[in-house]
């Protein structure tokens, strides 16, 4: 069992751009969360799915950030016109079915806007 | 609303001392607990995890009893190693729709 894989695992990007960072969850998990980390904020819920639906974007900022699960085996995080304040480590988790269940998580994107 | 509070950014001890991590949450549901550790550039990891009152959970040498008369969740240990320097997160589930994490707890433990 591989684990959660994220891609790419480090990213720099111009402000303006966009960025899009890929999570594969472990097989067989249908809950899929995404998570954004810094020194100031801490661990900032984004928004989670359960069998590629989406449950909770309670989390996410409603301008320039989408997430999406097209299928069981992959999820995009997609930010529009990326701002320096947008840097941080954006890590994924799955867990088996729901936010009860263990998550595990994969090692991060670490996003930053120039 | 729910929520969960850690009230330490920052303990700092010496190796073989022992520890308590404090955590408390607000709930109106009868909640999952747990507490993730994560290590410099690693991911966060399932330390512990707990859905009975009064019930003790053990791992690696760490320790927390789910309190539901208080609403405590607190990690301790008997006597930290280097090693257990870590950042440690407390995160409440209410329900099977939501998780909460707390902002954290810094274990820096000194030689």
């Known amino acids: 069992n591989a684990g959660v894989i994220q891609t790419p695992r480090h990213k720099v990007t111009g402000k303006g751009q966009e960025a899009t960072l890929w999570c594969e969850p472990i097989?067989?998990?249908?809950?899929v969360f995404w998570y954004r980390q810094t020194i100031v904020q801490g661990l900032e819920f984004l928004t989670y799915?359960?069998?590629?639906?989406?449950?909770?974007d309670s989390g996410m900022p409603k301008e320039r950030f989408s997430a999406q699960m097209p299928n069981q085996s992959h999820s995009t995080l997609k930010i529009q016109s990326t701002q320096p304040q947008d840097s941080a480590v954006y890590l994924c988790?799955?867990?088996?079915?729901?936010?009860?269940?263990?998550?595990?998580f994969g090692p991060g994107t670490r996003l930053l806007v120039l | 609303g729910d929520s969960v509070t850690q009230t330490e950014g920052l303990v700092t001890l010496t190796k073989g001392l022992p520890v308590m991590l404090n955590c408390t949450y607000q709930?109106?549901?009868?909640?999952?607990l747990f507490w993730y550790v994560q290590h410099l550039n690693e991911a966060p990891k399932l330390l512990l995890k707990?859905?009975?009152?009064?019930k003790r959970t053990e791992h690696q040498g760490f320790y927390a009893t789910l309190h539901k008369s208080s609403s405590s969740f607190h990690l301790q240990k008997s006597s930290v190693q280097l090693s257990d320097s870590a950042l440690y997160f407390c995160?409440?589930?209410?329900?099977?729709?939501?998780?909460?994490f707390g902002k954290g707890t810094h274990l820096h433990v000194l030689p």
């Open positions: 709930t109106t549901y009868s909640p999952f």
């Open positions: 799915f359960r069998n590629q639906a989406p449950i909770d």
């Open positions: 995160a409440l589930s209410p329900n099977a729709y939501k998780v909460i």
């Open positions: 707990s859905s009975t009152d009064n």
């Open positions: 097989s067989g998990h249908s809950a």
């Open positions: 988790a799955s867990s088996f079915r729901t936010d009860q269940d263990t998550q595990y």
